[in-house]
């Protein structure tokens, strides 16, 4: 359902290897949407965002080391919207996930996938120039 596609492509290995992750993390994310055998979802929402988190601040640090080493203009743009993420992932409660889990799944799936695909579109892209 949801995979790195071509227009997504930075054009830089690294970095398209490591969001190409981020994306099977999403599809995870909706596979547990979707699936009706899970009847307490809470344990594989709580790893999923454990792992989104992990690898999400991973993934910026290359980033950034990336942006670094090429003397990167727009590295501030880039760093603020990194911030603004973090700080969210952060901010995710997983006390609140009992009280609605289809919910929470819906939300976080959107979140993500939202942010992915803005984000890279609109400001990875133009890493590579
Ligand atoms: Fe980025
Ligand atoms: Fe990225």
């Not at 995979?3 to 398209?16: A, F, H, N, V, W």
């Not at 594989?44 to 980033?63: G, P, S, V």
């Not at 009992?98 to 942010?115: E, N």
């Amino acid at each position: 359902m949801y995979e790195l596609k071509d227009e997504y492509l930075t054009g830089i290995p690294s970095i398209d290897a490591e969001h190409k992750v981020l994306f099977e993390i999403a599809d995870e994310i909706y596979q547990l949407s979707v699936n009706e055998f899970v009847p307490d979802k809470y344990d594989n929402i709580a790893h999923l965002i454990q792992r989104l988190k992990d690898y999400t601040i991973m993934h910026f640090e290359h980033e950034e080391a990336y942006m670094e080493s090429i003397q990167y203009k727009q590295m501030f743009t880039q760093k603020v919207q990194h911030d603004h993420f973090r700080q969210k992932l952060e901010e995710m409660d997983l006390d609140t996930i009992d009280q609605d889990q289809d919910g929470a799944i819906q939300d976080l799936l959107k979140f993500v996938t939202d942010w992915l695909v803005e984000h890279i579109m609109e400001t990875d892209k133009k890493i590579a120039g």
